[in-house]
């Protein structure tokens, strides 16, 4: 099988495997990160996942990665590792926050949050509804220009938040048994499409989903926002001083507000005024 | 507390907001969100001062009795020691 390479922000690997099926399946999932193969001098990083009587054993440059006798477990276990590297090699160039980023054109809205809050789950309703996908999980600031730079991992869904987006799932022939705990979808599964350019911040909304809660949109102050942000950064320490300087510049020229929604669509609507 | 001189640590970097105050500690990387309160106590911790002159100045500024600006003040300034963002000194005698 040949190889395929993908980036992921400064992140370049490539995965390979002899199980057919696990192969079409990861080319399907990471369609959206695929790029042509490094050039010389350029360290990528090479996975490889080998089928074995004890299930799968990842390994990394050669080195153990994990281990897993389930099948639907295998993609789950790869982008928890594949997240940490994006995070690792963002060092120096973007702070990246646990958000996701859906955009129009060149304007884009950020939408901080821990887990749990419904952050994925509201971005694959966005992508369907006409948003392009800047990343459900990396919000990579820039720091010098404070732009977002696209992340367009799938989407992961458990199976719980899953059941809406099922019948757009559309795996490879023979993968589905990679699929059955967590659907990973691209921008493309749903008929949508993944960013493939920087794009300006004009809103930083952090969402929380609650079951059968009105839309309530509140304005946040700039000083808390900073702060709930920091809390949402994954490497702020690698350089705290820009970091620091990123969020302020940020939420000095933009608005923050919380979000408490239980219906996407409505939730869309309203954030649809600040990428207009 | 009341015989020491309190000081802003001088390395930490300042963002003013309308709500409120960003002390950023570049040695921990922490930030630190300053309210109402404390932001009026932040402000009043330069170059330095002691409980006492606190008291004098913040009570006589909100024409509010000493004995009532004092519970609150003493539990800024715990949380700014607490957090290392003010520093105190014994003062002179």
Redesign the interface.
């Known amino acids: 099988m040949t190889d395929t390479w993908y980036r992921a922000l400064a992140h370049r690997f490539t995965v390979g495997t002899e199980d057919a099926e696990l192969h079409e399946a990861l080319v399907a999932v990471f369609s959206d990160l695929q790029v042509g193969p490094p050039s010389v001098g350029v360290h990528e990083e090479r996975i490889d996942i080998t089928p074995s009587p004890e299930g799968w054993v990842a390994t990394s440059d050669g080195s153990p990665l994990f281990r897993t006798r389930a099948d639907d477990d295998v993609i789950s276990r790869l982008v928890v590792h594949l997240n940490r590297q994006i995070t690792r090699t963002a060092a120096g160039t973007h702070v990246v926050l646990h958000a996701a980023v859906i955009a129009r054109g060149r304007n884009a809205v950020l939408l901080p949050a821990p887990p749990g809050a419904g952050k994925s789950t509201l971005t694959a309703h966005a992508v369907r509804s006409g948003w392009a996908l800047g990343g459900d999980e990396h919000g990579a600031l820039d720091l010098q220009t404070s732009r977002l730079r696209p992340v367009p991992k799938p989407l992961t869904l458990k199976a719980g938040s899953a059941a809406n987006f099922r019948t757009e799932h559309n795996p490879p022939n023979g993968s589905e048994r990679f699929f059955t705990r967590h659907l990973h979808l691209t921008a493309q599964d749903l008929g949508g499409r993944a960013l493939d350019h920087d794009v300006e911040p004009r809103a930083i909304v952090f969402p929380t989903y609650a079951p059968g809660a009105a839309l309530d949109v509140r304005e946040l102050?700039?000083?808390?926002a900073?702060?709930h942000l920091?809390a949402e950064t994954f490497n702020?320490?690698d350089d705290?001083?820009r970091s620091?300087d990123t969020l302020?510049r940020l939420?000095r020229s933009v608005p923050a507000l919380t979000m408490r929604y239980s219906d996407a669509e409505s939730a869309l609507i309203a954030l649809s005024r600040y990428a207009s | 507390m009341e015989r020491q001189r309190l000081a802003r640590r001088e390395d930490l970097?300042v963002?003013r907001?309308?709500?409120?105050?960003?002390v950023?500690d570049?040695k921990s990387?922490a930030?630190h969100?300053l309210d109402g309160p404390a932001t009026i106590v932040w402000d009043r911790l330069a170059p330095s001062a002691t409980l006492e002159e606190l008291l004098d100045i913040i009570s006589g500024e909100l024409g509010a009795p000493r004995d009532v600006v004092s519970q609150e003040l003493e539990q800024v300034l715990e949380t700014l020691l607490d957090r290392e963002l003010v520093v105190s000194h014994e003062s002179p005698p």
């Open positions: 102050g700039p000083a808390r900073l702060v920091r702020f320490h705290a001083e620091f302020v939420v | 970097r963002e907001f309308e709500d409120g105050t960003i950023f570049p990387a930030v969100h």
